[in-house]
């Protein structure tokens, strides 16, 4: 009879996270015993499906500037609820916190808790297998005293970079600000009103901006009301801030994860839009805490990075669609673990 697996609790990260991978090999050779279970609505989907060479690259960030890039075909697909692999090798100070996905040929914006903007070509990193140590970021985009990256986001040549405050303050900024010879540090706003970047996402100028809280509440309202000098998208409780964002319409689906590694997937046409910003926000998601929201199609896949370094991909369709207020399903196995970002690709 096996051991029941003891309370890991207060042990230092590097050691669970060395026992993690312990029970994941032994997981990995558990599969060669053939096991009988009742068959999944799922199961039609290839486990590992294969994807040729792509240019375009996962981009796993620390919030002290360590990052690495990783072509995403080197990521396989696993089952929703599987237990990822090993990414970023980050310190145990320094864990990883941010995650995107850019071709190779693009340029990637970081915003920092101190309200700055560094723009920074993904080609300059340092292609590098799954796991990997990474590189630091801070030589071409140096950090002040305190200061921590907040926010990562492909370039693009359109539309708005709208960025919201912990306390609920949202600003945006034409993405010609943001070009190629953007200079290196630009301040976008004053931290001292409302707090540093909690979130950003790319706007078109004719969408609705969806605002999300950790204690998984949330606002949604035309984007075009936001006047040139920002204002207040989501009046908070004093225990709550923002953590996601995301441009919206009715026709769209979001993807909402929590740090349990529990995630749903909303219908926009059952989450109804304020007539204007400020007002206090409904209940989007049940969670303790709302890590991110990403707007999907069908299509694509979705990419989960855990405290530990961990990455798990798998595919949208996996999650069930809701348009009402839902729990969320497993999408993540953690074990003294909890996920820390999220993005999705095409």
């Not at 072509?71 to 090798?89: T, W």
């Not at 310190?91 to 920092?112: C, H, K, Q, R, W």
């Not at 630009?186 to 970047?197: A, E, K, R, S």
């Amino acid at each position: 009879m096996p051991l029941p697996r003891p309370d890991l609790t207060g042990l230092p990260a590097d050691v669970i996270a060395y026992v993690v991978m312990l029970e994941e090999e032994l997981e990995r050779l558990a599969v060669t015993i053939p096991q009988r279970r009742a068959p999944r609505e799922t199961d039609d989907l290839p486990a590992f499906p294969s994807e040729p060479p792509t240019t375009l690259n996962v981009v796993t960030i620390s919030a002290g500037g360590l990052a690495k890039r990783t072509p995403r075909h080197l990521y396989q697909r696993q089952r929703r609820g599987g237990m990822g692999v090993f990414d970023l090798d980050a310190p145990e100070s320094d864990p990883p916190a941010l995650l995107t996905v850019a071709d190779e040929s693009d340029s990637l914006l970081f915003l920092t808790s101190k309200g700055r903007a560094f723009r920074l070509p993904v080609a300059s990193l340092e292609e590098s297998p799954v796991r990997s140590r990474g590189q630091t970021i801070t030589a071409t985009a140096p950090l002040l005293a305190d200061e921590r990256f907040a926010c990562a986001l492909p370039a693009r040549s359109s539309g708005y970079v709208t960025v919201v405050s912990e306390r609920g303050q949202v600003r945006r900024f034409g993405s010609h600000l943001f070009g190629e010879g953007m200079r290196p540090g630009t301040v976008l706003y004053d931290i001292n009103y409302g707090g540093p970047p909690a979130a950003a996402c790319w706007t078109t100028g004719e969408q609705d901006l969806l605002i999300a809280t950790r204690t998984g509440n949330a606002i949604r309202f035309a984007e075009r009301q936001i006047p040139v000098r920002g204002c207040l998208g989501i009046r908070l409780d004093r225990a709550d801030i923002v953590t996601a964002a995301a441009g919206v319409t009715d026709a769209d689906q979001v993807f909402l994860l929590g740090s349990d590694g529990r995630g749903a997937l909303r219908q926009m046409s059952g989450f109804r839009a304020n007539k204007e910003p400020g007002a206090g926000g409904k209940q989007l998601m049940k969670t303790d805490a709302l890590v991110a929201t990403f707007t999907v199609e069908e299509q694509d896949d979705l990419f989960i990075i855990s405290q530990l370094g961990k990455i798990i991909r798998f595919q949208t369709v996996e999650v069930p669609v809701k348009e009402g207020v839902v729990q969320g399903v497993n999408c993540m196995e953690l074990r003294s673990d909890r996920t820390v970002a999220l993005t999705a690709s095409h």
